[in-house]
């Protein structure tokens, strides 16, 4: 069965620092990865996904199969950047049955 | 405004009742999808339809019910027999099959039931 662990509920950094907020799966093909995000008062949303291999408000994220993680960084942290983050995954086969992981509140300290 | 709408925004039942949430969307998505989530325990998949007509199981369909008789809308039933139907819904809907379609997700329904 697939699974997403983000053993991380709560992070807290200050601006400017780095973030890095830590996605673990385990599936035993070839999973596709995304990263959503939740601002407050807004909806769950696509931050980024592996195929695109795209940087998207400074955050990037690499997949390494053999570490199976996903984690998604930025150098710098802004102060907009304060929200709860959740790593999906998806069999990439079929319909989007995606598989998230419990989330990880982000909150940048001015 | 195109996007998903959820509708009630806060739903209170009382237990032994049946309940609908509503769920509908002008985005011409062909997939459509109900979540639950729960503190600590991120999103889980309830029920999907990837066409009129047709829905499959999720992770914890148990004690659901849902129907896809309008490209639009997909409501979900939470019946008497779900155990635990206090929780937070999130619909959401995606333009096709596969993973180039990214999840649009609504504003989600809170249901109480006492």
């Known amino acids: 069965a697939q699974r997403v662990t983000q053993p991380e509920k709560l992070l807290s950094v200050f601006k400017g620092a780095p973030v890095e907020l830590k996605c673990n799966y385990s599936?035993?093909?070839?999973?596709?990865l995304f990263w959503y995000v939740q601002y407050s008062r807004q909806r769950l949303q696509l931050l980024l996904r592996h195929i695109s291999r795209e940087s998207i408000k400074g955050f990037t994220a690499d997949l390494n199969k053999g570490e199976t993680s996903f984690h998604l960084k930025k150098p710098f942290a802004q102060e907009e950047d304060s929200a709860m983050y959740y790593c999906a995954l998806t069999p990439g086969e079929g319909a989007q049955k995606l598989v998230f992981g419990q989330g990880t509140r982000l909150t940048i300290n001015p | 405004d195109g996007g998903i709408t959820q509708s009630p925004k806060y739903l209170f039942r009382k237990e032994g009742q049946n309940v609908t949430l509503s769920c509908e969307q002008n985005l011409n998505h062909d997939a459509m999808y109900w979540y639950r989530q729960d503190p600590g325990q991120g999103l889980r998949l309830i029920y999907y339809?990837?066409?009129?007509?047709?829905?499959q199981k999720g992770d914890i369909a148990e004690g659901y019910s849902v129907s896809r008789e309008k490209k639009e809308s997909f409501p979900l039933t939470v019946t008497s027999a779900q155990k635990n139907p206090t929780a937070f819904y999130l619909c959401a809907s995606s333009l096709g099959q596969g993973v180039s379609s990214p999840l649009h997700f609504g504003n989600g329904t809170r249901l109480t039931v006492t």
């Open positions: 599936y035993s093909g070839s999973p596709e």
């Open positions: 339809s990837q066409i009129v007509n047709d829905f």
